[in-house]
T-cell receptor, first 112, second 116 residues
Framework: DAKTTQPTSMDCAEGRAANLPCNHSTISGNEYVYWYRQIHSQGPQYIIHGLKNNETNEMASLIITEDRKSSTLILPHATLRDTAVYYCIVRVADQAGTALIFGKGTTLSVSS | ETGVTQTPRHLVMGMTNKKSLKCEQHLGHNAMYWYKQSAKKPLELMFVYNFKEQTENNSVPSRFSPECPNSSHLFLHLHTLQPEDSALYLC???????????????FGSGTRLTVV
C-alpha cells in the first residue's frame, strides 16, 4: 500500500471549516483513499473514501487532486465533538487477506 | 453501539492470570480483526480472520492466542502477560469482496487492559 504523509496536528475554530491534507504521491491506479477518525479512547470510525472523484456524505467531503497525489478531507462546520485523530489511508479495494494499516494521523483540535 | 460489541470494557489482570477478550459483530461481515493501541502510539494490527480462517499474524507473541469459532465471534485469549501488554485492544469487522470497494471497517469500543 502507498505511504501517506499528514501534518501532526491542526487547530480549528468551532463553526469553521476544517481542511485536513494528505499527501500520497506514490498512489497507484487501483488504490483508494480512505479517511477514519479516532476520538479519544474509542475505536476508529470510518468517515469517507474515494478513488478519483470528489465524494461527499453526511460527515465530510473528500477532494482528490486530478493527479491523485494528494487529497483533502473537509469538515464543513467543525464542532467540539470533531476533536480527534484523523487517519488518511491508501490501499486497494478490500480483499481477503489484507487489513487496514494505520499511521500516526493528524490530531485535530477544535476550540470555541 | 456500532454493531461490534467488545467485552469486557475494562480488565485488570495479574501476570500469571488467564483471561479472554470477546468480540461480537451483528453486521453480517465475513472478516474480523484484532488491533492493539498502546499509549500515544498508532494502532497495531495483530490478527486477521477471513471467513473464520486466520490469514495474518503480525508477529504477535504466543501469549496472545486468537480464536474465531464463527464469522460473528472473535476471542483473544491472554496468558502470562507482561506489564508492557497494557493497552487498548480493539476489534473490527468488515465485508470482504475481492476487487470491490467497501464501505469501511466497523470498530468496537475496545477493551482497556491493565497488566499488574
Amino acid at each position: 500500500d502507498a505511504k501517506t504523509t499528514q501534518p501532526t496536528s491542526m487547530d480549528c475554530a468551532e463553526g469553521r471549516a476544517a481542511n485536513l491534507p494528505c499527501n500520497h504521491s506514490t498512489i497507484s491506479g487501483n488504490e483508494y483513499v480512505y479517511w477514519y477518525r479516532q476520538i479519544h479512547s474509542q475505536g476508529p470510525q470510518y468517515i469517507i473514501h474515494g478513488l478519483k472523484n470528489n465524494e461527499t456524505n453526511e460527515m465530510a467531503s473528500l477532494i482528490i487532486t486530478e493527479d491523485r497525489k494528494s487529497s483533502t478531507l473537509i469538515l464543513p462546520h467543525a464542532t467540539l465533538r470533531d476533536t480527534a485523530v484523523y487517519y488518511c489511508i491508501v490501499r486497494v479495494a478490500d480483499q481477503a487477506g489484507t487489513a487496514l494499516i494505520f499511521g500516526k494521523g493528524t490530531t485535530l483540535s477544535v476550540s470555541s | 453501539e456500532t454493531g461490534v460489541t467488545q467485552t469486557p470494557r475494562h480488565l485488570v489482570m495479574g501476570m500469571t492470570n488467564k483471561k479472554s477478550l470477546k468480540c461480537e459483530q451483528h453486521l453480517g461481515h465475513n472478516a474480523m480483526y484484532w488491533y492493539k493501541q498502546s499509549a500515544k502510539k498508532p494502532l497495531e494490527l495483530m490478527f486477521v480472520y477471513n471467513f473464520k480462517e486466520q490469514t495474518e499474524n503480525n508477529s504477535v507473541p504466543s501469549r496472545f492466542s486468537p480464536e474465531c469459532p464463527n464469522s460473528s465471534h472473535l476471542f483473544l485469549h491472554l496468558h502470562t502477560l507482561q506489564p508492557e501488554d497494557s493497552a487498548l485492544y480493539l476489534c473490527a469487522s468488515s465485508q470482504v469482496s475481492r476487487g470491490r470497494s467497501f464501505d469501511g471497517y466497523t470498530f468496537g469500543s475496545g477493551t482497556r487492559l491493565t497488566v499488574v
